[in-house]
């Protein structure tokens, strides 16, 4: 049997983690039994100490054992914790030497959405792709330099450690375990089971752009809020370094070094996030649309397009407008 550890982390967590893939694995135990085979996995729901569980809110989770008496586990699961990165790391400090330990002794981890953040805090990510929620990324680039930040990525596998994207991108990581652990027609069964998307592997349709403005460059926010009040016009780099009174070198890399896109990137990924939001509506067409945002190519707009949302834009426009919801 697999010997599998579902943290309870102190503070608030995702309820919806710890359960989810409680309930996931123990599907795959019950079938098995059904058939007529034995259990693989061995779960617990594993805290710091003797206090009771987690949290804040309305419900909350309790361990049924402590790190302390578990020395040896096959997979350990981190859930989603909602607290700031630094209370979660105060709060929580002493799994940081237990997962160390367990590791280094095979065990192996994954992360579940912004989990990713007290990951890293153990140093056992960097040099390693790892996903969180995307809103989070731009975050956790300032503060993890060193881990290959793969936010489109919905699941990562590296070295015995995975991540898992946003929310509840975290049922494909657990589907993904289940076929490396127990096969692909198991695991087929469970997302079907579960109505998951077995073969998702990316979050960036559902990202939503609105740049990274958290850095104290002020010339460089006076550039974005130029691109972004007139993102359907041809902005050049050099009408933009002159508007903030730098010249064109130092502007785009200082632009690069803030926002983590080239002013291009930028400017485009602006225009499409206006284009997503007319279809959203869906009163224009793909003309209309493509026109308002700056575009005159349809062979353009379309290429742009599927390269930030991975989707042509007809496909976004009748998934997500209106009438969609309504028929």
Not at 18 to 39: C, D, H, I, R, T
Not at 167 to 184: D, P, Q, S
Not at 209 to 215: E, I, L, M, P, S
Request: net charge neutral; charged share 25%.
């Amino acid at each position: 049997m697999k010997h599998v550890s579902i943290l309870v982390p102190q503070g608030t967590i995702s309820v919806v983690n710890v359960a989810g893939s409680y309930q996931m694995l123990s599907w795959v135990n019950e079938f098995l039994q059904q058939s007529g085979g034995k259990p693989l996995f061995d779960i617990h729901l594993v805290g710091m100490d003797d206090r009771k569980g987690s949290h804040k809110g309305l419900f909350s989770v309790h361990h049924n054992l402590t790190i302390e008496k578990v020395q040896k586990t096959d997979l350990i699961i981190i859930p989603a914790i909602h607290e700031s990165y630094m209370k979660s790391l105060e709060d929580n400090q002493p799994f940081i030497p237990w997962l160390l330990d367990r590791y280094g002794e095979g065990s192996e981890i994954a992360s579940l959405c912004i989990s990713s953040f007290f990951l890293a805090s153990t140093g056992l990510l960097d040099g390693k792709p790892c996903s969180t929620h995307w809103q989070s990324a731009p975050m956790f680039r300032e503060l993890f330099p060193n881990v290959i930040m793969t936010d489109e990525c919905i699941v990562t596998d590296s070295g015995g450690i995975y991540t898992s994207g946003g929310a509840y991108a975290f049922t494909n990581l657990i589907i993904y375990l289940i076929e490396k652990f127990a096969g692909r027609e198991l695991a087929i069964l469970a997302a079907k089971g579960f109505m998951i998307d077995i073969d998702r592997n990316s979050q960036t349709p559902f990202m939503i752009f609105k740049g990274q403005k958290t850095h104290q460059d002020t010339c460089i926010l006076k550039a974005q809020e130029l691109i972004e009040q007139n993102y359907a016009d041809k902005i050049s780099v050099e009408e933009l370094s002159n508007a903030v009174a730098l010249n064109r070198r130092t502007f785009e890399r200082r632009f690069k070094k803030a926002t983590s896109n080239t002013v291009l990137e930028y400017h485009q990924r602006v225009k499409i996030e206006a284009a997503k939001k007319e279809f959203e509506k869906g009163y224009k067409t793909v003309n209309e649309v493509m026109f308002d945002a700056g575009y005159t190519d349809p062979k353009a707009f379309r290429e742009v397009f599927k390269k930030y949302t991975e989707m042509t834009p007809f496909d976004y426009m009748v998934k997500y407008k209106r009438e969609a919801f309504s028929a």
